[in-house]
């Protein structure tokens, strides 16, 4: 599965850091302060270029609703932010195929939809608008191909735990536990009624597996080819933003009361999404066929995807060479985060900390309660 994906992950971050430098939010995000359709879909076209690991997704989201975005408005970019993304559907395109690529857009679109009709009958009152946001021109002219290596390496640090659990869990999940149980866990031969059962239990699984973002896709590979069904596997990969550790962050930003019914919404949409984006396929006849997972082993001779990788680890290296030589001074427009490496833009950051004269910026407020948790200790 690694050796599959590996240029994907290289490409798709790779993409994802210089869109991050070079692509300014600032002036857009002024406009998020209502979920009209126009604002909808700028919401969701800046959660896509914004790609991001879960967490710091949900601590974007929470940054946005305290400078004045509608409350709908930053859930949608939250999603798009980990849903809409490219790297993701690299990955998917390579490890399940061209159909679950297209279907990462079909059924992201359909969830967004319903989120936006949803999630405003909560009626949450939404936080003053911020007077001021920072200039296009200072932002970008401050940027460098060093910054862009600076956001792609300090993505791949963010997600680290995700990737590797997911594809441990990946393929434990398939080498070792028997596709009997996987078929007693999801229905299957039962039309509509399986469809439905694999969509409500896929974000289950991922509730309880804590695995989040693009770690999640080799799980999902394994789901799919031990009995669970397409729209199940959409459901699944959708429901990074409700592992639990997510849940209990929710829970710090939005209270339980709220928490529980934002849960409760995320759960549903991405479930029917799951179930739409099947009927949809069904209906066009590209619902992609059972396929077994080819052990990366006997596919080091598959020249594409070796000449690809080679590609990807030469652009890596560069990566990684621009990332060292970065300016390191305090004066520049970005920080990274101490706890998880991630590299945040100073005036955008979830949550900064003065400590012994010297300022911290922090990806979410998780990762300043614990480096606060570190320097008391």
């Not at 995700?162 to 299957?188: K, M, N, R, Y």
């Not at 550790?245 to 339980?256: E, S």
């Not at 099947?278 to 995807?305: C, M, Q, Y």
Request: proline share 3%.
């Amino acid at each position: 599965m690694f050796f599959d994906t590996f240029w994907a992950l290289v490409l798709g971050f790779t993409i994802s850091g210089a869109i991050r430098a070079f692509t300014s939010r600032e002036k857009a995000l002024a406009t998020l302060g209502n979920h009209k359709p126009k604002t909808i879909a700028a919401a969701s076209f800046l959660g896509a270029i914004s790609s991001s690991c879960s967490y710091a997704a949900s601590a974007i989201a929470k940054s946005l609703i305290d400078k004045g975005a509608d409350f709908t408005t930053a859930i949608v970019f939250m999603f798009a932010s980990t849903n809409l993304v490219f790297e993701l559907g690299l990955v998917m395109w390579t490890l399940l195929g061209w159909q679950f690529a297209l279907a990462e857009f079909i059924g992201g679109f359909i969830m967004i939809a319903l989120l936006a009709a949803i999630i405003p009958r909560l009626n949450i009152a939404r936080r003053p608008r911020l007077l001021q946001m920072a200039d296009d021109s200072t932002v970008q002219m401050k940027s460098t191909w060093h910054d862009a290596a600076g956001f792609t390496i300090g993505d791949l640090t963010m997600v680290r735990f995700e990737l590797i659990v997911g594809f441990l869990i990946a393929g434990l999940a398939d080498t070792l536990i028997p596709i009997s149980w996987w078929h007693h866990l999801f229905l299957s031969g039962h039309g509509t009624l399986s469809t439905i059962e694999n969509v409500v239990l896929g974000p289950f699984i991922a509730f309880i597996s804590f695995v989040c973002s693009v770690g999640n896709v080799p799980l999902g590979a394994a789901l799919w080819n031990s009995g669970i069904s397409f729209g199940g596997t959409i459901s699944f990969i959708f429901a990074d933003l409700v592992a639990l550790p997510l849940v209990m962050i929710y829970r710090k930003f939005y209270g339980r009361q709220l928490t529980v019914k934002l849960v409760a919404i995320f759960w549903f949409t991405m479930s029917i999404s799951g179930f739409l984006t099947e009927k949809f396929f069904s209906v066009l006849e590209i619902v992609p066929t059972k396929r077994t997972l080819v052990p990366h082993a006997s596919r080091i001779g598959d020249n594409f995807t070796s000449w690809l990788n080679l590609f990807a680890l030469i652009l890596a290296t560069i990566i990684a060479w621009l990332y060292l030589t970065r300016s390191k001074s305090d004066e520049g427009p970005y920080a990274k985060d101490p706890i998880c490496g991630m590299q945040v833009e100073k005036s955008t950051a979830a949550a900064s900390f003065v400590h012994e004269g010297t300022t911290y910026y922090f990806c979410a407020p998780s990762c300043m309660e614990s480096f606060k948790n570190s320097v008391s200790a």
